[in-house]
């Protein structure tokens, strides 16, 4: 039975392919880049592992012997295997997988994929959008987006991407006939749309100061469900200033009132202190450096 052991030595297999195409120990030479006589060594030694030989040295140049045509030809086939296998590794892009919810999958990154492709063409990322605390190592998670507040772990680092800044938004069709912002008496009368955050009654503590009718309410179990109500008109929902930004410079959405809640709640990408990949470190900075642009640092 034979092994890998047995196998002659990859440079003399080399020397022989090279010889085999070219006939010729000058050309091998000047293909693989050493000397002729280095190029005759490996394929002696070649021939002396198998007991035969391969070729017949003649005045003009190099023949096959029987044997040593059909053995080129196997050698030929490998060697093509081989480079076709490395070719296809060196052109597979590295995936990395990042762990967001729903809300920021679908009203942030979503529509920036396009962005990260054009930055980042080496590599294939995918997103996991879930509410639920996830393992790096069990979930097989490279990169997260979280809301919290440090420290997030011992071994896990976590950079700022957005501070929580959160403000109500509606359809303009919703307010046109109330001046663009409301007061306590109009807000009232709107339907707030309500996720699991539950924020509304800070906020309104915050913007009024007082106690209010309880306005109509819709429930959703996710914001982008409420946000999602919200630019269709159905009421007034909360949401974090930069997951709605861009509907805010477009006009799709507007702030029924002038008020801002901020918290501790911020959103940071968090990766492991140890064994990140260099592709994972990547996404991450292109995370950070798209989030530096729309919410400048002091």
């Known amino acids: 039975m034979s092994s890998e052991a047995d196998l ?14 070219h006939l010729s120990f000058r050309a091998a030479a000047e293909e693989l880049g050493v000397t002729q006589g280095a190029v005759a060594q490996q394929v002696r ?3 002396e592992h198998l007991g035969l030989r391969l070729f017949l040295r003649e005045p003009r140049g190099l023949s096959f012997t029987e044997a040593g045509r059909v053995y080129h030809a196997a050698v030929a086939r490998a060697f093509s295997q081989l480079l076709d296998a490395t070719g296809a590794l060196r052109e597979a892009p590295s995936r990395v997988t990042i762990s967001v919810t729903p809300t920021f999958a679908s009203k ?28 790096f190592h069990a979930d097989g998670i490279d990169l997260a987006v979280r809301q919290g507040h440090p420290p997030f772990g011992a071994s896990l680092r976590a950079d700022l991407l957005f501070p929580q800044e959160v403000i109500a938004v509606c359809s303009p069709q919703l307010v046109a006939n109330q001046g663009g912002l409301l007061d306590a008496a109009a807000f009232s009368r709107m339907t707030l749309l309500h996720d699991t955050h539950d924020l509304w009654p800070q906020f309104i ?14 429930r959703f179990s996710q914001t982008t469900l409420s946000l999602d109500a919200a630019l ?7 949401a974090s200033r930069f997951l709605v930004q861009r509907d805010l410079n477009a006009g799709r959405l507007v702030q029924p009132v002038d008020a801002v809640l901020e918290g501790g709640q911020d959103f940071y990408a968090l990766l492991p202190r140890q064994g990140a990949s260099e592709a994972a470190l990547r996404a991450r900075d292109w995370l950070l450096g798209v989030a530096s642009k729309e919410v400048p640092r002091g």
């Open 205 to 218: 503590e915050m913007a009024f100061g007082t106690e209010l009718d309880a306005p109509r309410g819709l």
């Open 45 to 47: 030694g070649l021939e």
């Open 108 to 135: 942030w990154l979503i529509p920036r994929l396009a962005e990260f492709t054009e930055a980042n063409p080496g590599i294939d990322l995918r997103i996991t959008a879930t509410e639920r605390v996830m393992s």
């Open 232 to 238: 269709a008109g159905q009421g007034i929902a909360l």
């Open 8 to 21: 002659p030595s990859l440079s003399g297999l080399r020397a022989f392919s090279a010889a085999g195409r």
